[in-house]
């Protein structure tokens, strides 16, 4: 039988704009998961990517990818937070005190 992808239907949900720094934190988090993925695997910087020698040019800070890169973090996160928001979950930012 073939893999037919089914992801949580998220085309009505519309992520409220105080979760847009949270959208981006996500996707730094899961920039870093994957570098500590890839390091635990031997894995190291390389200008090019080089399966055989473990290099690969995204193993450094977030805030120095490539846009496109950070983009593929981006649809993760947004397609997660926007999957937590269709399954019937809140978000709710932590309380801040006054100042």
Same mark, same amino acid.
């Given at each position: 039988m073939p893999y037919r992808p089914a992801p949580i239907d998220?085309? !009505?949900v519309i992520l409220p704009? =105080? @979760?847009?720094a949270l959208t981006e934190r996500l996707a =730094?988090?899961?920039?870093?998961l994957w570098s500590v993925q890839?390091? !635990?695997? $031997? /894995?190291? /910087? $390389? !200008?090019q990517r080089n399966d055989a020698k473990k290099l690969h040019p995204c193993l450094v800070p977030?805030? =120095?990818l490539p846009e496109k890169e950070k983009e593929f973090d981006r649809i993760?996160? @947004?397609?997660? @937070?926007k999957a937590i928001l269709q399954l019937g979950y809140s978000i709710v930012p932590p309380h801040t005190s006054a100042q």
């Open positions: 998220t085309s !009505s704009p =105080e @979760l847009h =730094e988090n899961a920039h870093d890839r390091f !635990s695997q $031997g /894995w190291t /910087w $390389g !200008s977030y805030a =120095e993760t996160a @947004l397609g997660t @937070l």
